[in-house]
């Protein structure tokens, strides 16, 4: 009697011990709490070079990995969403473009935010990519890449320097989380010596 008691409790403290742990562990998004805090750990990691490292966590918040080479492609690829928002939306600045000057630099800006997409996306493609062997070649290319992609999108706001309208001032608001996006980017490449260095979790 005693025994089937005690018995009894026993089967549903282990019950309960399950249910707590299970609770715990598991996240709404259907992911434990062990993985969630590992990629929230590696977002910190991969995010700390970078200039911008609100946009940056914001910007991988929702990426389900600890792979810092997955976590610089996501980023790359908010920021090609980003440059590609600006191009779908320049048409709202169109009504501000009265002069000459802004409408010329209005439609050199779509032709550029395409160079600098082109310039994620051949990043993206080399992270992608295996059968590279020197790390300073893969560096560099990263480098000029993001670079150039930095620069296309300057590019498009220089030209509207000395227009009389506020066209220009519009596409800076545009282009600021693109620009921010991109540069930190750039500033994540310069981890990756490290990254290979210590844990060997980054592979060309
Ligand atoms: C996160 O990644 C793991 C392992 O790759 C996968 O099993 C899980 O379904 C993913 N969770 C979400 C919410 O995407
Ligand atoms: C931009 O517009 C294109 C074509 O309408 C659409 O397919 C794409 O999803 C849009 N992209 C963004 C980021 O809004
Ligand atoms: C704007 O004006 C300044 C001074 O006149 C000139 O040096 C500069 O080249 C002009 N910029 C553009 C884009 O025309
Ligand atoms: C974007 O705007 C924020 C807030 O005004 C500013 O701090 C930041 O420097 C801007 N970024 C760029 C690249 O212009």
Known sequence: MGKAIIGACAVILVAMVV??????????????????????????????????????????????????????????????????????????????????????????????MGYSINDLKKSLNQLSSSGVSRLDVYIENLRIWMGGSITFQQTCLYGFENASTEAGEKMRKLLNTSQMLTSNGLNMVSIIPELIRDSQRFHL
């Open 19 to 112: 249910a707590v742990a299970v609770g715990v562990t598991r996240s709404r998004s259907g992911r434990s709490e062990g993985e969630l805090e590992a990629s929230k750990k590696a977002v910190k990691t991969i995010c700390q070079p970078t200039h911008y490292k609100e946009e940056c966590e914001k910007s991988l918040a929702g990426s389900n990995t600890t792979d810092p080479k997955e976590l610089i492609k996501a980023g790359l690829q908010a920021a090609i969403h980003e440059i590609e928002k600006v191009v779908n939306n320049s048409d709202t600045i169109q009504d501000a473009a009265k002069d000459q000057r802004s409408r010329y630099a209005l439609d050199d800006c779509k032709e550029l």
